[in-house]
């Protein structure tokens, strides 16, 4: 996600440093650099132009603070404006109707359809609603049975009537529905065409004054850029909607859209995709997507990734099991399987400071789990829990079995061996001796 712009702006950063103070040369250069970056993410020129000239403004004439160079001073005011850029805090959906009503628009291929099923998974399982999603395209037969597997995929009820052809009817039918069935929120996915047309526009209008939504939702794929930005336009033009929708961020995106989108339309971006998964759905952070692009991190949205998926009483067994040296193989099965749930591997690296640069030529593949899985699956039950005895025969047997090879289920075994020693050195006052063989060979500062 945003690779490229975040290297590119990297590489600018370094005209400042070394330099002793911010001045009006050095700035200059920068903001022609950081412009050709933002250019070449496929923001459009006026934006990219606005956007350095409010940071120069701002860098120029400002004082070095003790222990910050130029370069940093001038990440603080890039992370900044690139947050008010996006939309500076994130807008939440109205949800205050009984039913609650959710109008879905967007061009057919722009992952419409999908982003209903993730979005009534996001009001099921993070807002305790109980969403009912509603077919109204009656075009394209394939979309009603989209919706219905996904509906079924996530757990909840989907309305369809293949015999009315008028989505008006058959969205105020799902609505009467809706409030029969105790279903508090109705989402509403529409037809889609390949590009703008005033018949689709006319179509969308009219459901929107059919059955006055609490909330439209402007769904783009990101990775149309500037495209995306202009048909959001056109929508708004008619159904003024009230936020956007940006899918297919994990993909190879140039960041474009997200960050001219906001200041083309004037509406806030609520929701990215960030995995073809169902629990693909992040609420969008502006704040937190510049620090991702700036190569800061996001450590907030990793550790609310985890919250999501580590249980509280099984970390808790966990933390017994190390205690009392009974962390086995099942335990780190489980451990990864954890992980893979919270989404792609290397999007959640990049949440990490400092990782984007690390692991850009780095080909972070989530199927490279699947070989440790294969390992851990062939060893017996009494393998996994004490791997003290695995022997030679053990392994060759297991490799075997897992299509591998003994170097590679030593290996295994070798880190899985080294991750217990680190976990039970973190438990108890372990982690103050791990903090002082540290110190001692590192010579950290504040410790």
């Known amino acids: 996600m945003f690779e490229n712009l975040s290297l590119k702006l990297e590489k ?9 103070s ?15 970056a933002l250019i070449s993410a496929d923001v459009d020129f006026k934006t990219a132009k606005n956007f350095t ?3 120069k403004e701002k860098a120029i004439g400002e004082k070095v603070l003790t222990a910050i160079d130029p370069g940093q001073l001038l990440t603080k005011i890039m992370k900044d404006e690139l947050a008010s850029l ?25 992952g419409k359809t999908t ?17 009912l999603l509603v077919a109204c395209d009656v075009y394209r037969p394939a979309a009603i049975d989209q919706i219905g597997v996904l509906a079924h995929q996530v757990g909840v009820d989907v309305y369809e009537d293949r015999e009315i052809k008028d989505p008006i009817e058959i969205a105020k039918n799902a609505i009467k529905h809706a409030k029969v069935n105790g279903h508090n929120v109705v989402v509403i996915d529409t037809a889609g065409r390949l590009a703008v047309d005033n018949e689709m526009m006319t179509e969308i209008a009219n459901i929107k004054s059919g059955v006055k939504p609490d909330e439209i939702l402007f ?66 952070h502006p704040d937190r997507m510049a620090s991702r692009i700036l190569g800061m991190g996001d450590v907030i949205s990793l550790v609310e990734r985890a919250q999501q998926q580590f249980d509280e009483e099984e970390a808790r067994m966990v933390q017994k099991k190390i205690a009392k040296n009974q962390f086995g193989f099942d335990d780190f099965l489980k451990q990864i399987q954890q992980i893979k749930k919270m989404g792609n591997v290397k999007d959640l690296m990049g949440m990490i400071p400092g990782m984007n640069k690390a692991i850009k030529d780095v080909d ?8 440790i899985e294969a390992i851990i699956h062939s060893m017996t039950k009494k393998e996994r829990a004490n791997p003290n005895i695995l022997n030679g025969s053990r392994k060759k047997r297991i490799a ?24 039970k050195m973190m438990q108890g006052g372990g982690a103050k001796q791990m903090m002082q063989m540290m110190k001692g060979r590192g010579n950290m500062p504040g410790l």
Do not use: C, W, Y
């Open 86 to 110: 996006m939309g500076s805090e994130f807008s939440e959906i109205s949800l205050e109707g009984n039913p609650s009503i959710i109008l879905i628009a967007g061009l057919q291929g722009s």
């Open 364 to 371: 972070v593949n989530d199927e490279s789990f699947n070989g």
């Open 12 to 20: 600018a950063f370094k005209l400042l440093k070394g330099q002793g």
């Open 22 to 36: 911010i001045s009006e040369i050095n700035v200059a250069q920068t903001m022609k650099e950081i412009r050709k």
């Open 219 to 284: 769904v783009v794929d990101s990775m149309t850029g500037q495209d995306a930005v202009n048909t959001a336009k056109s929508f708004n033009d008619i159904l003024n909607f009230d936020g956007v929708v940006l899918t297919k961020l994990d993909g190879d995106t140039r960041g474009g859209a997200a960050l001219t989108i906001r200041s083309v339309v004037d509406k806030p971006i609520k929701f990215i995709g960030t995995s073809e998964k169902m629990d693909g759905l992040d609420v969008f």
């Open 53 to 55: 000239q409010n940071v």
């Open 400 to 423: 075997l079995g897992s299509g591998t090879t003994v170097v590679e289920v030593n290996q295994l075994i070798k880190q899985f061996s080294q991750m217990s020693k680190m976990m």
């Open 115 to 131: 982003f209903s099923g993730k979005l009534a998974l996001h009001l099921k399982s993070k807002k305790n609603k109980k969403p």
